[in-house]
């Protein structure tokens, strides 16, 4: 990460259709943006540690060729969610960085998290 504080926006999408744009600066996770900004249905028990799976998203696929797959760690963190639909395009939002690429970004909230 470069010195520079540059800011980049994340939308995210509720299952209703309803749609929350936060902004924060680059280095932040899409999972610390969600919590500081209140947007509901990502609870983030673990705190971003990779252990708790609530803070699942599905990104747009306009945005999965930038954002790409989970590492394998996170991957089978996801394989492992119960209770929830995993999607090709699911991630773990604690894992996704915001950068510069990523300014604009759209994820999907899932309808339900998985219960720990
Ligand atoms: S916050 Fe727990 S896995 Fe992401």
Redesign the pocket.
């Known amino acids: 990460m470069s010195g520079a504080r540059l800011m980049a926006k994340v939308t995210y999408r509720q299952p209703d259709g309803s749609e929350r744009t936060c902004v924060n600066f680059e280095g932040m996770t899409v999972?610390h943006l969600a919590i500081g900004s209140l947007v509901d249905g990502i609870d983030?028990?673990?705190?971003?540690?990779?252990?708790?799976?609530?803070?699942h998203v599905y990104i747009a696929p306009e945005w999965w060729d930038r954002v790409g797959p989970a590492g394998e760690d996170e991957a089978a963190?996801i394989e492992a969610l119960e209770g929830v639909e995993v999607r090709e395009t699911s991630r773990?939002?604690?894992?996704i960085q915001l950068s510069e690429e990523l300014d604009g970004l759209v994820v999907e909230v899932p309808a339900d998290q998985p219960g720990i």
């Open positions: 999972m983030a028990l673990c705190g971003g540690m990779r252990q708790c799976g609530t803070c963190m773990l939002s604690c894992q």
